[in-house]
């Protein structure tokens, strides 16, 4: 049987078919998972976006309360610098009484007037417990604030730890295995790439074969 020089040319074109179609098989999957992995690369970065700006308010916030803490802060030393100054009138107070109290067993025939000036005395005393009381109420609503602050301290503190191990557990980890597997695509896309050319030498050195051969048929025909 003669192989015709049709006859070549038509298994060089299917040969060249058949290499087409295998080379496309092989290279649409990779062409898939790139854009697979574009894709997912966009999501997170926009994820990224969002937990930074969230985190920037959480800042703004904390900066706010720190400012209110501070100014807490400073009511509360002053009052408990009123506070001593209250003590030390008391105690003066409880000084001047005992001395009142010896004077009175001493100087009976006094007792008289000194119950009047009892009687103011204790119009200022209950004059003081009063303001005391006013005071100790002042003072239970001021630590029912505080405590609602550090209450709102803790909550974001859990917010903030809750952020920063959602960072380092579990974004950065699919960060990494992204960048793992698009640099391995890479290297087998490169792999590809090189196992393309040198099968495109092959192809030529076999049409340069089939052409000779069938040369060789034609002049012994």
């Known amino acids: 049987m003669v192989l015709t020089k049709e006859d070549a040319v038509m298994i060089?074109?299917?040969?060249?078919?058949?290499l087409e179609k295998q080379l496309e098989k092989h290279l649409a999957p990779i062409h898939e998972?790139?854009?697979?992995?574009?894709?997912?690369?966009?999501?997170?970065?926009?994820?990224?976006?969002r937990l930074e700006e969230r985190v920037t308010r959480l800042e703004e916030?904390?900066?706010?309360?720190?400012?209110?803490?501070?100014?807490?802060e400073e009511r509360v030393?002053?009052?408990?610098?009123?506070?001593?100054?209250l003590e030390e009138r008391v105690t003066k107070l409880e000084e001047r009484m005992t001395a009142m109290e010896e004077r009175m067993t001493v100087m009976e025939e006094?007792?008289?007037a000194m119950e009047e000036r009892m009687t103011v005395m204790?119009?200022?005393?209950?004059?003081?417990?009063?303001?005391?009381?006013?005071?100790?109420?002042?003072?239970?609503?001021?630590?029912?604030?505080?405590?609602?602050v550090e209450d709102r301290m803790t909550i974001n503190e859990g917010h903030m730890l809750r952020v920063e191990l959602l960072l380092e557990n579990d974004m950065l980890p699919r960060l990494q295995n992204i960048e793992a597997c698009y640099t391995s695509t890479?290297?087998?896309?490169?792999?590809?790439t090189e196992q393309i050319d040198t099968m495109q030498e092959d192809v030529n050195v076999l049409k340069k074969v089939v052409q000779e051969h069938s040369e060789m048929l034609l002049r012994l025909a």
């Not at 997912?40 to 976006?49: F, G, I, M």
């Not at 030393?77 to 100054?85: G, I, N, P, Q, V």
């Not at 890479?186 to 590809?192: I, N, T």
């Open 12 to 18: 060089s074109q299917l040969f060249s078919e058949q």
């Open 33 to 49: 998972q790139l854009q697979g992995i574009h894709m997912r690369l966009d999501r997170l970065e926009e994820c990224v976006t």
């Open 61 to 72: 916030r904390v900066t706010k309360l720190e400012e209110r803490m501070t100014a807490l």
């Open 77 to 85: 030393t002053k009052l408990e610098e009123r506070m001593t100054a």
């Open 110 to 112: 006094r007792m008289t």
């Open 122 to 148: 204790e119009e200022r005393m209950t004059a003081m417990e009063e303001r005391m009381t006013a005071m100790e109420g002042r003072m239970i609503v001021m630590e029912g604030r505080m405590t609602a």
């Open 186 to 192: 890479y290297r087998r896309y490169q792999f590809r």
